[in-house]
């Protein structure tokens, strides 16, 4: 089984900074594509940012600038550098990936989500 385990969510002030990890565990062969998203109350999940097995990244407009995604792959962690924070960035955060993990005797591609880590961001 895979597991994906989020960390680093907390309160935080307007204009601040906070760093979020997700590590995968579990008998992995590889991550194919690993992203953040994050629900507000009241609103849809949307995505924040992702980054390819290759490192190219996209994000979403209202965090452009901000936010970084970034990576170890040998760590099979993945991570979100929140600056500059604002109160319209309190959600849930959750961590998502695209892994290709070992049940034997075959490896099978499957899409994961980690548990949800609330930022909370004050005015």
């Known amino acids: 089984q895979v597991q994906l385990v989020e960390s680093g969510g907390g309160l935080v002030q307007a204009g601040g900074s906070l760093r979020l990890s997700c590590a995968a565990s579990g008998i992995i062969f590889s991550l194919n594509s690993m992203g953040w998203y994050r629900q507000a109350p009241g609103k849809q999940r949307e995505l924040v940012a992702a980054i390819s097995v290759a490192g190219s990244t996209n994000y979403a407009d209202s965090v452009k600038g901000r936010f970084t995604i970034s990576r170890d792959i040998a760590k099979n962690t993945w991570y979100l550098q929140m600056n500059s924070v604002k109160p319209e960035d309190t959600a849930v955060y959750y961590c998502?990936?695209?892994?290709?993990?070992?049940?034997?005797?075959?490896?099978?591609?499957?899409?994961?989500w980690g548990q949800g880590t609330q930022v909370t961001v004050s005015s």
């Open positions: 998502n990936a695209d892994i290709t993990y070992y049940s034997g005797p075959l490896y099978q591609p499957r899409n994961y």
